[in-house]
């Protein structure tokens, strides 16, 4: 009896005091449908403007210690405690945004891509994801701006806003997330993302130095900066999805050479695409026509899902189908369907003012300002090298909305421009004995490389590569260049 309130009482001090001080109203006990792991998981929201009420919802999930469940089995006899407590402190914070503007962090990133879950085929489960990044860091998932996801406001105009506010909200959430979590404040931290987030993290990155630069107290300890097939500078990745196109054979010679003779992409923007001439604008129209809707322009070799096979699929209850590449390409349907389950977002403290929409990927509220797609992050990304922050940009190799082709000249323009000399000349690196994509690296800080097989959301279609491309990133360590296996593998 003794033993047993004794356990009551540590149980009671946990629950009182938290545990490791964060938050344990945010703590989630466990996700419906979830598998068992040896990690923990908070989710909750941090108000970014109290007088508005506006809100951002965040998921967090601590870093996974290789083996810990094996360790914890084979020396349970030794010792008193989980040893997975004592590994996991040593390892980074990694913040992750999706973009488009308005798109889910907890769709894309969390729940589709490089967190420990993905939705099982019946939308009311979840499986392992063996290859998330939190086997290499602890990652931290916000949905933003107010308006995506389960992030909100409660003063309506708020929902019209664009990249400046977005990056100011940022950085009050991370100061206050970090008050929650105060164990974090000294972690190395590493922004990442993907898409438009190639507009989020430089400029919530540079919000942060300008914070670092006159704060007398806290300063964020930033070690580097991912972003995957980033938008950068809309004039030249506008055109390279044509020379996308026209290379992989999904337009003809013809419509390829009137889009690249006829159509000047100095003068295209985000609002207006139309300020062209004729001849550009109607070859652009054909080129739409002819690669036509039965292909996924974020993934060219992927199939497409048919919506109605998801849903016979969703009652009959079966594990979903896969199709071509061995990516399960109705996952999409499941994530929606598994997040509007009012037991899941009870599980998340989610949604908490009752929403009158229902969860969705990209958000059908916000009024993002799309002329802030044309800001050029290039001089971003030469401030935040400047402060001695490696940038990589990576590229899945098999994206037509932000391809390679643009992506590749814009980090060797900005080479350029703060005259680094190529340290690493351009070439394979290995994973698994495979070609993993291709890489170079400029003055010890700028890194561009290509993932083979990738597309749009780079750790989706090829998450063992991507793994190794992320776990290299937050060890300060360059891609192989031979097909011995590294340490990281």
Known sequence: MGGLWWWFCVLVLVLVVGVNGYPKEDLVVGLPGQPKVGFRQYAGYVDVDVKAGRSLFYYFVEAEEEDSLSLS????????????????????????????????????????????????????????????????????????????????????????????????????????????????????????????AGHYIPQLTIALLDHNAHSSGFKFNIKGVAIGNPLLRLDRDAPAMYEFFWSH???????????????????????????????????????????????????VILDVCYPSIVQ??????????????????????????????????KALHA??????????MCS??????????????????????QNHIPVWVFSGDQDSVIPLLGSRTLVRELAHDLHFNNTVPY??????????????????????????????????????????LFSSFVRGRRLPNTTRPSINE
């Open 249 to 299: 054979g999904m337009i003809s010679d013809e419509v390829g050479l009137t889009i690249m003779n006829e159509c000047d992409f100095e003068d295209y923007t985000f609002a207006s695409p139309n300020n062209v001439t004729l001849s550009c604008y109607n070859a652009i129209t054909e080129a739409s026509s002819i690669v036509g809707g039965y292909i996924n322009n974020y993934d």
């Open 312 to 345: 016979q699929e969703l009652r009959l209850r079966k594990i979903a189908t896969k199709i071509s590449v061995g990516v399960d390409v109705c996952m999409v349907f499941e994530r929606r369907f598994y997040f509007n389950l009012p037991e899941v977002q």
């Open 364 to 385: 059908t509220v916000l009024n993002y300002n799309y002329t802030d797609g044309n800001i050029n992050i290039l001089p971003l990304l030469k401030r935040i090298i």
């Open 73 to 196: 089995h084979s020396h349970s006899h030794s010792h008193s405690h989980h040893p997975y407590h004592d590994h996991h402190k040593l390892k980074p914070l990694t913040l992750w945004l999706n973009g488009g503007p308005g798109c889910s962090s907890m769709g894309g990133g969390a729940f589709t891509e490089l967190g420990p879950f993905f939705p099982r085929g019946d939308g009311r489960g979840l499986r392992r994801n063996s290859m998330s990044w939190n086997k290499a860091s602890n990652l931290l998932f916000i949905e933003s701006p107010a308006g995506v996801g389960w992030s909100y406001s409660n003063t309506t105009s708020d929902y019209v806003t664009g990249d400046a506010r977005t990056a100011r909200d940022m950085l009050i959430f991370m100061l206050k997330w970090y008050d929650k979590f105060p164990e974090f404040k000294s972690r190395d931290l590493f922004l990442t993302g993907e898409s438009y």
């Open 351 to 360: 949604n908490r003012t009752n929403l009158p929409y229902s969860w969705s």
């Open 427 to 468: 070439g394979a690196w290995f994973h698994k004995g495979q070609v993993g994509g291709w890489v170079t690296e400029y003055g010890n800080l700028l890194t561009f490389a290509t993932v083979r097989g990738a597309a749009h959301m780079v750790p989706y279609a090829q998450p063992s590569r991507a793994l190794h």
